[in-house]
T-cell receptor, first 112, second 117 residues
Framework: GNSVTQMEGPVTLSEEAFLTINCTYTATGYPSLFWYVQYPGEGLQLLLK?????DKGSNKGFEATYRKETTSFHLEKGSVQVSDSAVYFCALSEKAGTALIFGKGTTLSVSS | GAVVSQHPSRVICKSGTSVKIECRSLDFQATTMFWYRQFPKKSLMLMAT?????????EQGVEKDKFLINHASLTLSTLTVTSAHPEDSSFYIC?????????????FGPGTRLTVL
């Protein structure tokens, strides 16, 4: 079945460091891919998305490129801030109207 | 973007009582909403798919008689935890798909923290 695998956390970085959170997926078709962020005590917010191969999603300095050849959708940010501390979830949608399949989430902690 | 609300944000109840959680799409109509459960430091587990005007579709292992879902209108789905027990304590999150969004983005509510004493 379809699945999403994220790197285990927590990830601890200093402010202005470079961030990569790896995400790979298994899917039978051509899924849409998403990154969601969850701040402490809150629900999930869409961070970025990509719907086809080679698409790059970007938002708030974060980027991720849909790589079909490696079935990956790694999240990157060039310079993290303390306010980026949160849990990041990679997810896929196999087809329109179906529920999302989530990775286990990666906790990011950024210190000043 | 589309906004989804949940009410209440937190609820504490006694064991054996029932709790209703509301999920509303504020600025769009959602024919389909999803209910997830999130355990501490765990990912989200899909509980059920709520379809407006029809019965919900439950995931394997989720008791439909315990977690009652009603999607009576295009903007409201409710999850009722019946005869709640401490093991039902969790963070419950709903999401809705904005039907005119061709990218199939789902928008999430802020979640409801349920604590059963």
């Amino acid at each position: 079945g379809n699945s999403v695998t994220q790197m285990e956390g927590p990830v601890t970085l200093s402010e202005e460091a470079f961030l990569t959170i790896n995400c790979t997926y298994t899917a039978t078709g051509y899924p849409s891919l998403f990154w969601y962020v969850q701040y402490p005590g809150e629900g999930l917010q869409l961070l970025l998305k990509a719907t086809k191969a080679d698409d790059k999603g970007s938002n708030k300095g974060f980027e991720a490129t849909y790589r079909k050849e490696t079935t990956s959708f790694h999240l990157e940010k060039g310079s993290v801030q303390v306010s980026d501390s949160a849990v990041y979830f990679c997810a896929l949608s196999e087809k329109a109207g179906t529920a999302l399949i989530f990775g286990k989430g990666t906790t990011l902690s950024v210190s000043s | 973007g589309a906004v989804v609300s949940q009410h209440p944000s937190r609820v504490i109840c006694k064991s054996g009582t029932s709790v209703k959680i509301e999920c509303r799409s504020l600025d769009f109509q959602a024919t389909t909403m999803f209910w997830y459960r999130q355990f501490p430091k765990k990912s989200l587990m899909l509980m059920a798919t709520s379809n407006e005007g029809s019965k919900a579709t439950y995931e394997q292992g989720v008791e439909k008689d315990k977690f009652l879902i009603n999607h009576a209108s295009l903007t409201l789905s409710t999850l009722t935890v019946t005869s709640a027990h401490p093991e039902d304590s969790s963070f419950y999150i709903c999401s809705a798909r904005e039907p005119t969004d061709s990218t199939d983005t789902q928008y999430f509510g802020p979640g409801t923290r349920l604590t059963v004493l």
